[in-house]
């Protein structure tokens, strides 16, 4: 464009080429003189502006214990009230913002990021979930609660029940019916936590004076069956430790086979251990001496009288009668007479 309006102008002039060309003839002149160069300015200081040395002092003023929580136009108010003014608050804003603290000044809670708990089975019986599901009954607006426990290994159903409404106490006891039922494995790998004796030396032994048909019974039993090879009588068919649950099942088979139909529906047949309890309370009811009693029951002294001390109270009557008995006796045998018998 600029070659085609130099050849048209030297012809018809700077007018026509302008007005061929459609150049402005004031861009046209500009071109032919341009403005000349404008001097570089000084830089212009302010004389109200703040040295390096008051800059650094407001700095150090916001930053400090008492304001460095607060925000400029706090710190500004508060400086005023005490009868100082060291900048105006957009000073101190634009101080702030030069070295980056014009953000929240107070100090912010640390939140660390929280790892989702996650565990992981590497077999059966390690970690159990459990949920609780709805279930529609048979007539509208009947609603059942489905309790379910899940083996994530194995994504084996190990237990469940079907309840009414939601209870805690129905939970726990599902809980630990399934554990008991199932097993949890430990710490050390092992399905049962193995505990020494309490109270008792490593290799001690303790005498369990026990009637001659029930030796027989034991006889018998490991003749057939042998022991397990830490020595424990009794095992499951693989060789582990008996759950409670196998107790209560086999006591639920035995009572069955061995008691009447009033002794199974009495208090002593209800649980193996009521057993245990009456045969303590018969040996002391016989006279038999709390020692002896606690000796025989594997127990000391002190468990014995914590545990049966209702049932010692009230023996108390036929302990006076025994020491009453034993006071008339010897004052016969002091007056001369013969002793009874």
């Known amino acids: 464009m600029d070659e085609a309006f130099t050849g048209v102008e030297a012809q ?37 502006a703040l040295t390096a040395e008051e800059r650094a002092a ?3 003023l916001m930053n400090g214990d008492e304001y460095a929580e607060l925000a400029p136009a706090q710190i500004w108010a508060r400086e005023l009230d005490a009868g100082r003014c060291h900048c105006s608050v957009s000073t101190m804003y634009r101080i702030l913002r030069e070295q980056d603290q014009s953000g929240e000044r107070r100090r912010q809670a640390v939140h660390p990021a929280k790892a989702v708990p996650e565990l992981v089975a590497t077999g059966p019986s390690q970690v159990f979930t459990w949920d609780i599901t709805k279930a529609a009954g048979p007539v509208k607006g009947v609603w059942y609660h489905a309790y379910v426990i899940i083996d994530i290994f194995r994504r ?28 949890i494995v ?34 018998a039993h490991v003749k057939r069956f042998d022991v397990a090879p830490d ?17 209560g099942i086999t006591w639920a088979r035995a009572r069955e086979h061995a008691l009447t139909r009033t002794e199974r529906t009495s208090r002593l047949a209800k649980r193996p251990y009521d057993l245990r309890h009456a045969g303590i309370s018969f040996w002391l009811y016989s006279g038999v001496d ?22 010692l109270d009230g023996l108390r009557e036929q302990a006076n009668r025994l020491i009453e008995q034993s006071m008339n006796e010897w004052q016969r045998v002091s007056q001369g007479d013969p002793p009874e018998g």
């Open 12 to 48: 018809l002039g700077i007018t026509a080429a302008c007005r061929l060309t459609g150049r402005s003839r004031a861009t046209h002149y500009r071109r032919l003189r341009p403005p000349p160069p404008r001097r570089a300015r000084a830089p212009q200081v302010q004389p109200s």
């Open 58 to 60: 407001v700095t150090e």
């Open 156 to 183: 084996y159903i190990v237990g469940h029940t079907v309840e009414r409404a939601e209870s805690a106490v129905r939970a726990e006891e599902l809980i630990r019916k399934t554990i008991a039922r199932n097993g």
């Open 186 to 219: 430990t710490d050390d790998g092992e399905v049962h936590e193995v505990h020494s004796l309490k109270r008792r030396a490593a290799n001690a032994t303790r005498p369990i004076p026990i009637p001659p048909q029930f030796v027989r019974m034991l006889r």
């Open 231 to 247: 020595g424990r009588l009794f095992r499951n068919q693989a060789g582990n430790y008996v759950d409670a649950a196998a107790y």
């Open 290 to 311: 709390p020692a002896e009693c606690a000796r025989r029951a594997g127990q000391s002294i002190e468990v014995l009288f914590r545990h049966y001390a209702k049932f």
